[in-house]
C-alpha cells in the first residue's frame, strides 16, 4: 500500500494525528453493557486523500470504516470482518474490511457518487434506495467465514448496522457514526460509538444508557476539539460506572503488495499475457480497489511472469 501524503503537512504533524486514532474499549454497569468509541479523524482523512474524494463520498465511506473498526472490536488475533452494503441508490454499494490489529480499509462502488442537486441535509437515505448490509466474519479457528444479512431500513449505516443486530443476532445495539468538517469541506473530526446491552442486563440499565446516548454531542465535534477520550467517557457516562479497559491505536491500512497484484497479473490466460507483453501500454497500470493504491508493471515485468507461465519468445 502507498499513502498519499497529505498536502501541506509535514513528518511530525502527521506522526501526532495518527497516535490519536484509537479503539477506546470499555464496559458498563459491571458488564453488563460492553461499548467502544472510536477516534478515526486521521484515517478518515487518510482516506479520502488516497482515494481522492468528495464530501459526500467521505462522509459515507468515513461511516462504513468506523463501522467495521467498531465491529471488530471484540474481535482477536487474524479475525477480521467484512462490511458490505449493496444498494439500488446512487452510492451503488460499499465494501469495508477492519481486523483485530485495528486496520481498516474499503471502498466506494461508485466514485463520485451521482448527485442531481445540491446537498439540503445529511439525510443519506436517498442515496442508499433499498438494499441489502451484511457482515461477514472471517474468523481464525472457524472452517469457513460466517455472514448474516439483513434488508437495509434506514438509509443511515449507524441504525442499519444497529437493526442488523437486533434482526440477525438478537442483541440490542446502539452506533453511533459522525465525520465533521470544516466550513472548506476538509475533514475536521471522525468518531464512532459501540454500545451492546448484555442479555441479563437490567431493564433499568438499558433505560438509563439510552437517556445518556441520546444526550451525548456529535462525535465529530468532540473528535474535531480534541478532546481527551478517556475523560470523555468518564464524564457521560458517569452513571453507569464506566470500566476503561484499552485503546489500541487503528489506522488506514492495506495489506495489497506489488508481489501479490503481480501474482493476479500472472494467472491471466497465458495469451493474454502474451499480447500485453507485445502490445502495452505501458506501463500496465493494477489499481487495488480497496486503498487506491497502483501498481505500474513495465515490459519487462510482464515479459518474466509470461516466461514463469512457461512462455517462449
Do not use: W
Not at 18 to 31: P, S
Amino acid at each position: 500500500m502507498q499513502k498519499k501524503p497529505i498536502p501541506g503537512e509535514d513528518l511530525k504533524d502527521s506522526l501526532k494525528a495518527a497516535a490519536r486514532d484509537r479503539l477506546h474499549r470499555f464496559f458498563l454497569a459491571d458488564g453488563d453493557v460492553r461499548g467502544a468509541l472510536v477516534h478515526g479523524t486521521r484515517l478518515v482523512q487518510e482516506m479520502r486523500n488516497n482515494h481522492d474524494l468528495g464530501l459526500l463520498e467521505t462522509l459515507i465511506l468515513g461511516h462504513a470504516y468506523m463501522g467495521a473498526l467498531l465491529v471488530a472490536s471484540s474481535l482477536k488475533g487474524e479475525d477480521r470482518v467484512a462490511l458490505k452494503i449493496d444498494c439500488s441508490g446512487p452510492v451503488g454499494g460499499l465494501v469495508a474490511e477492519a481486523n483485530a490489529y485495528g486496520e481498516v480499509r474499503g471502498y466506494l462502488k461508485k466514485v463520485p457518487i451521482p448527485v442531481t442537486k445540491p446537498l439540503e441535509d445529511f439525510n443519506l437515505s436517498p442515496f442508499f434506495g433499498a438494499g441489502l448490509i451484511s457482515l461477514t466474519r472471517y474468523l481464525h479457528d472457524a472452517k469457513q467465514p460466517f455472514t448474516g444479512q439483513v434488508a437495509l431500513q434506514y438509509g443511515n449505516i449507524a441504525q442499519d448496522l444497529a437493526h442488523y443486530y437486533l434482526t440477525s443476532e438478537q442483541i440490542p445495539t446502539a452506533f453511533s457514526l459522525s465525520v465533521k468538517f470544516t466550513p472548506e469541506g476538509e475533514v475536521a473530526g471522525a468518531g464512532g460509538l459501540f454500545l451492546q446491552v448484555m442479555p441479563d442486563a437490567a431493564d433499568a440499565t438499558a433505560a438509563e444508557l439510552e437517556k445518556i446516548v441520546y444526550a451525548l454531542p456529535s462525535l465529530g465535534e468532540v473528535c474535531a476539539d480534541g478532546s481527551d477520550i478517556d475523560a470523555f467517557l468518564q464524564t457521560h457516562f458517569a452513571d453507569l460506572n464506566p470500566v476503561l479497559l484499552d485503546k489500541p491505536r487503528v489506522t488506514f491500512f492495506c495489506r495489497c503488495r506489488q508481489e501479490e497484484v503481480a501474482r493476479i497479473l500472472g494467472m491471466l490466460p497465458i495469451e493474454e499475457l502474451k499480447d500485453i507483453r507485445d502490445n502495452g501500454p505501458f506501463p500496465v497500470e493494477l489499481r487495488c480497489h480497496h486503498c487506491n493504491t497502483v501498481y505500474p508493471f513495465s515490459r519487462e515485468d510482464v515479459q518474466a511472469l509470461y516466461r514463469t507461465r512457461g512462455g517462449s519468445e
